[in-house]
């Protein structure tokens, strides 16, 4: 038979012709999971809509046997056609047959095998491969008492349904598909809907026959076979919702359910629309591309989106758990029910689940204030990618499949939400909910397009003076988002006598991390401006529509005033007048009289200022000062992960020592409030922060972070939180015994998120000898595909040595890479992100660009040209900078008060609105030197001089280096709480100064 094979890497697909639609599929699949084949029987219903002689489909290496096609009469008469040609474009994945016009009669369309108004069949008899690419019908590994099997699942998504059948594999052609699946004895059969019957052969084999499905789009099809557990609960509608494991892991799925269930009826209720199915399946496979799938009643994901286990699993995790059953149970809604009609407009589905799943998750849990976490999570993402020249528009035209697997990425999710979470603070969040519940009804089992939803939400407005299409456009079909410069007009300027009446002068322009040009008027957006001040009760809303305008708030004159209340509006601020952010620092963030994610909104503006060189970052380490008090977790997240980028590009300057110093000094209040010990008196995220604060201390190898991790982890007394900061501590500071070690622990390791920990653990060796064991460890067949880039990461991020040991590793074996995972949604683009992106030198950055010019990466040349940007501005940074910071480091340090010109309560949390184990002792084997393609397992590393005990020092460390340790302030009274530490942290000490000698 005919083999229609992949698509080419300089694929452009073209849209399929209309003229013919499937109406129904019946699809037979029989998967052998020993030869890793499967065979599959097929009819398609047609309805001809235009008189055609050529039928278009999509299909990818499938050997297609049979095919044939009969023309249905009006009483019921099949009437074969003859196919005269058959043609395979390779390039676009498409097949195309061409018709014996012998059908024609006496109407208007007799020169046409296919009358208009018609019904017509498609037949196949065709032949596949389970592949190991994580896309389409392929194998996933799992092991059971010891013994490696394998299951069979399907990941459509975008445009991989024709890997496992011929079909019209695009979004529009929406279907009914009957679903027959042949199981092999001991393993079962999941599908989207139930089953209806089942038949058991005499060899242990059984047929599975499902319900149909409604009319959805080929790629929410679902088929999964192998050996599952589960366990269920029937939500507050009756819905059957299950959760299925490999063999043994069902208890690990309790969470999950639990929150699916919740979040099942949550939508429900605040959408005004019915889950359309009678059961929801989440199902946990071992080999997955994506963090999970949507697909309709039976959704698919990777086992650390959906295992947790209370007591083991960090606070952290278990919150991300439950986000991402939130945002896939919202896309029953949003992608299934109701589905872009082309994946330009994919932010519909990725965008809005992503704002659903925060909406959802406070509304179960509003203890863990999730719109905080969103802020600093999702919000933040999308204006960090879409600073980028090489960013694109939230509706962006796409035609190939490579240009469609690259659109997932933080604009179609994040930014999406964001300008979602944006409008509907807009028109008020009863108006957007009503507007969403018509837009639902209206288009239900339909394909929609922008324009559709803005016409759905314009429905409701009732008489507004502003159209939300007019202003939203500006928002979905140009890239980028503005920066607004406040520049305060003196009250002489004004002209107006009163004190409580200040104006100010904002201008809007692009914001772009390589620079902001505040004179280019080249875009314009009309935005919604939330104002609040010191002594207002209320903020006040402006809409933003020129390039320049003047605004007047009541505020006193020495009060802070903030342009952009609880970030919800898509813009970064910069207060030009330089006393207004010194009322918000003293007064805003100091005092806590600004809202928690105004505060984080305060420095993430400053620091995106930083980078594009608008203001130096002498300024962003003085107004860190005000952030001595904080107490909250998601305002910390981002003071850290800034320090964290400050560590990053200057950690080669030679004044670099001084910037720990002053790190640590800033970080440490919040450790030694919090301790390495759960309390009675934790506040919710408290555990997050309590690791993420011991993490960045001890990446900078402070002495007592240092010496406490290691001694909890040898005593096994470590809370899930900082099992992988210490995990991490343990093998930056070791020899190859500890890696071993570690190697052991994720060899070992049954529980997902402990073999996660382990992992990312391995990549901290700063060792030449053991990071190129990790680099040869990352390719063999004990890391997935879906954890190399986890792996990776962090090698590259650990030292700027390792990251050009990776970025050689990358070159070495692009081939292999290339092959191996190109095809794979998120797999490849962000291990080629990992591999480059930690870079802070132009000569690096033109050494990227070369490479890639001589080895085209179409599947992931846009990753490949953000990160390369990111490279150049760091550069630009480290280049315009460095002088400055070190001349500021020798200035006396000055400890800021927190202003007390207003005696204000702190502002509550934020609320949207809403409806009411020990060390194994390893055993050294000696290690394969590195190739650069192959894939086999490495041994764990020989010790070079086997000891008895561990060590943390290495053998080169000079005795004089114990002298140079740095000085941190006062920090006796956190070294009480490490009883019997005191040898672990002389250790520690020779460690951490051989590390800065």
Same mark, same amino acid.
């Given at each position: ?22 109406r ?9 999971l020993?030869s890793?084949?499967?065979?599959? %029987? ?20 499938l ?21 005269? *040609?058959?043609?395979n ?15 024609g009669s006496?109407? *208007? ?32 590994? =799992? ?6 099997? +394998? ?53 242990g ?57 919740? &979040? ?32 309709? $009643?039976?959704? /698919? ?34 992608? *299934?029910?109701?589905?872009?009609? %082309? ?6 589905n ?23 976490? +969103?802020?600093?999570?999702?919000? /933040?993402?999308?204006?960090? !990618? ?41 028109? $008020? ?9 018509? =837009? ?6 339909? *394909? ?13 407005q ?13 928002w979905?079909k ?5 920066? @607004? ?9 004004q002209?107006v ?14 914001f ?11 875009q ?18 402006? !809409? ?11 505020? #006193? ?16 601020? =910069? ?23 105004d ?13 594009? #060189? ?148 391995? $990549?901290?060796?700063?060792?030449p000898? !053991? ?8 390719? &063999? ?13 962090s ?5 700027p040595? &390792? ?21 794979? !949604? ?26 890639? /010019? ?5 599947a ?11 490279v ?6 480290r280049s ?11 200035k ?11 005696? @204000? ?6 609320v ?40 943390y ?18 920090? &006796? ?25």
């Open positions: 038979g005919a083999v229609c094979s992949a698509v080419s890497s300089t694929a452009m697909a073209s849209r399929l012709s209309r003229a013919v639609l499937p129904k599929y019946r699809l037979t699949l029989d998967p052998d020993s890793f084949t499967f065979r599959g %029987w097929l009819e398609i219903d047609l309805d001809v809509r235009e008189a055609t002689s050529v039928i278009q489909f999509h299909a990818v290496d050997d297609l046997d049979v095919v044939k096609l009969v023309r249905i009469s009006p009483d019921g008469q099949h009437h074969d056609v003859i196919i005269q *040609n058959k043609e474009d390779t390039t676009a994945g498409i097949t195309t047959l061409r018709l014996n016009d012998n059908g006496n109407n *208007n369309d007799h020169h046409h095998a296919l009358h208009a108004h018609s019904t017509a069949m498609l037949r196949f008899e065709y032949r596949g491969t389970l592949n190991d690419l994580l896309a389409g019908f392929y194998r996933s590994r =799992y092991t059971v008492e010891g013994e490696d099997r +394998y299951m069979a699942v399907t990941q459509f998504e975008a445009c991989d349904a024709r890997r496992c059948f011929p079909c019209w594999d695009e979004p529009s052609f929406k279907a009914v598909f009957e679903v027959n699946v042949k199981a092999p004895a001991g393993r079962i059969v999941i599908s989207n809907m139930p089953v209806k019957s089942m038949d058991t052969h005499q060899d084999s059984s047929m599975y026959h499902f319900e149909d499905t409604p009319i959805m789009s080929t790629y929410l099809v679902c088929v999964c076979v192998g050996e599952y557990d589960y366990i269920e609960t029937t939500n507050k509608e009756g819905v059957l919702v299950r959760v299925y494991t490999t063999p043994g892991k069902k208890e690990q799925g309790r969470v999950a359910l639990d929150a699916a269930a919740a &979040s099942l009826s949550m939508f429900h209720h605040w959408f005004n629309v019915p889950y359309p199915l009678k059961k929801l399946d989440l199902l946990a496979i071992p080999d997955f591309s994506a963090g999970a799938m949507e697909n309709w $009643g039976a959704i /698919t994901f990777r086992e650390t989106a959906l295992l947790a286990v209370p007591g083991q699993s960090s606070e952290a995790y278990i919150h991300n758990v439950c986000r991402i059953v939130a945002h896939e149970l919202a896309h029953q809604w949003f992608g *299934n029910l109701v589905t872009m009609e %082309w994946w330009t407009h994919l932010w519909l990725e965008g809005f689940a992503r704002w659903a799943e925060t909406l959802c998750v406070d509304h179960i849990h509003p203890e863990w204030n999730f719109w905080q976490k +969103y802020v600093g999570n999702a919000y /933040t993402q999308a204006l960090n !990618l879409d600073s980028l020249k090489s960013s694109h528009a939230i509706e962006v035209a796409v035609k190939s499949e490579k240009e469609i697997n690259q659109i997932f990425d933080a604009i179609s999710y994040a930014k999406g939400a964001s300008v979602i979470r944006m409008l509907a603070a807009f028109l $008020g969040i009863e108006t957007f909910q009503k507007g969403l519940h018509y =837009y639902l009804t209206t288009h239900q089992f339909q *394909n929609t397009v922008t324009e559709d939803l803005w016409a759905s939400l314009r429905t409701m009732m008489g507004a003076s502003v159209d939300v299409e007019t202003m939203m456009t500006s979905t140009q890239v980028g988002y503005p920066v @607004i410069r406040v520049e305060e007009i003196t009250q002489h300027q002209n006598p009163s004190t409580t009446a200040r104006t100010f002068r904002l201008t809007q322009t692009r772009l991390r390589t620079g902001v040009n505040f004179d280019d008027h080249s314009r957006w009309m935005i919604p401006l939330t104002i609040s001040s010191q002594t207002s009760a209320h903020p006040t809303k402006v !809409l933003m529509s020129e390039d320049s305008m003047t605004v007047t708030i009541e505020a #006193g004159p020495n009060d802070w005033v903030y342009f952009n209340s609880r970030q919800t509006g898509v813009y970064r601020v =910069y207060y030009a007048t330089p006393r207004l952010v010194t009322a918000i620092g003293a007064a805003g963030v100091a005092n806590k009289q600004l809202l928690a994610e505060r984080l909104g305060f420095e993430f503006d400053l620091f995106a200022l930083v980078l594009a #060189g608008v203001i130096p970052t002498t300024q962003l380490l003085d107004i860190y000062q005000y952030y001595r008090d904080e107490d909250d977790q998601f305002v910390w997240g981002s003071v850290i992960s800034h320090l964290q980028a400050l560590t990053h590009v200057f950690s080669e300057e030679d004044w670099y020592a001084s910037f720990d110093s002053f790190a640590c000094d800033l970080l440490m209040p919040v450790a030694k409030r919090l301790g390495w010990e759960s309390r009675s008196d934790d506040r919710p995220n408290d555990a997050t922060l309590r690791a993420q604060a011991i993490s960045f201390l001890g990446g900078l190898s402070h002495p007592d972070i240092t010496a406490e991790g290691i001694r909890r982890y040898h005593a096994d007394a470590l809370a899930p939180d900082l099992r992988a900061t210490a995990y991490g501590i343990v093998v930056a500071c070791g020899q190859k015994q500890q890696y071993n070690a570690m190697l052991d622990k994720y060899e070992s390791a049954e529980f997902v998120e402990e073999k996660k920990r382990a992992l990312s653990a391995l $990549g901290r060796t700063t060792d000898e !053991l990071v190129q064991h990790a680099l040869h460890l990352a390719l &063999s067949p004990k890391v997935r595909s879906q954890d190399i880039s986890a792996l990776i990461d090698l590259a991020s650990s030292s040595a &390792s990251r050009r040991a990776v970025w050689q590793w990358a070159k070495d074996n692009w081939s292999t890479i290339d092959s191996r995972l190109s095809s794979s !949604l998120f797999v490849f683009g962000s291990l080629v992100t990992a591999c480059i992106t930690h870079f802070t030198d132009s000569a690096t950055a033109d050494d990227i660009e070369q490479f890639f /010019t001589t080895h085209p990466c179409p992931a040349d846009r990753n490949i040209a953000q990160a390369l940007e990111r150049r501005a760091a550069a630009a940074w315009r900078d460095s002088q400055a910071v070190r001349s500021w480091y020798k006396p340090s000055v400890t800021v008060q927190a202003s007390t010109s207003a005696t @204000i309560a702190p502002a509550p949390r934020a949207e609105p809403t409806p009411s184990a020990k060390v194994a002792t390893s055993v050294p084997i000696t290690t394969p030197t590195p190739t650069p393609t192959t894939s086999t397992t490495p041994a764990k590393v020989v010790t070079s001089t086997p000891t008895p005990a561990p060590s020092a290495r053998a080169s460390t000079p005795a004089a280096a114990v002298a140079t340790t740095k000085t941190t302030s006062d920090d &006796s009274s956190y070294s009480n709480i490490m009883i019997g530490a005191g040898v672990v942290l002389a250790i520690a000490l020779a460690v951490y100064a051989w590390r800065r000698s």
